[in-house]
């Protein structure tokens, strides 16, 4: 993992915004450099890199799944090292949740939606707080995964960002009109 000389090239690699509130800009950008270094220094079942080097936008690499699982003897069976995680952090972050979806392998199950979107309360506006870190999104993530059975697909098809972008605002409007369940206390 390079993330050292690219969290450092980060600084000066964002792009010049145009919100509003240049402090809410601010507290976005002190925010994930700080996750950043967070998570390069502690992490140890998953690491980050900077798409083109742009601080608002990772690929996250989750290396590390419970080895008992139907998604960890997949990735074993077709020689996969990871799940390959994309996440994009809004103007408003962290005071909205980021966009994250799976780009790679395609994972059937596992709360992953069309285009690899993810059905998971915390990533959506009433279930987001901004006390929650990157490291916490991605071992729920993880846990999501592994609870919902995920498995590799085999077929050829692929994940598109505007397939998940349509499969999140779907999932937002059902969810607003029908609420969230709670799954019994037996099924965690």
């Known amino acids: 993992m390079n993330i050292m000389s690219k969290s450092k090239k980060a600084k000066t690699a964002c792009p010049n915004s145009t919100t509003r509130n240049p402090m809410v800009n601010d507290v976005r950008e002190r925010r994930l450099m700080k996750e950043l270094q967070d998570i390069t220094n502690n992490a140890t079942t998953f690491t980050v890199d900077l798409v083109n080097d742009n601080l608002f936008e990772w690929h996250i690499k989750l290396h590390t799944v419970d080895k008992d699982s139907h ?3 997949g990735m074993r069976a077709n020689n996969i090292s990871y799940i390959l995680l994309n996440m994009t ?3 408003n972050f962290p005071f909205a949740p980021p966009f994250v979806r799976v780009v790679a392998p395609i994972v059937e199950g596992g709360y992953v939606l069309d ?3 993810l059905c998971l309360e915390l990533l959506t506006p009433n279930g987001w707080t901004a006390a929650y870190t990157i490291e916490a999104i991605v071992t729920q993530v ?3 995964l ?3 059975n995920a498995k590799i697909a085999k077929d050829g098809r692929k994940f598109s960002l505007k397939a998940a972008q349509a499969s999140y605002k779907s999932l937002i409007k059902t969810h607003e009109k029908y609420g ?3 799954p019994p206390k037996a099924e965690g």
């Open 142 to 144: 993880g846990s999501a």
């Open 71 to 73: 998604l960890a003897e």
């Open 115 to 117: 285009g690899g979107a």
């Open 146 to 148: 592994i609870k919902g």
């Open 180 to 182: 969230w369940v709670t």
């Open 89 to 91: 952090f809004p103007e």
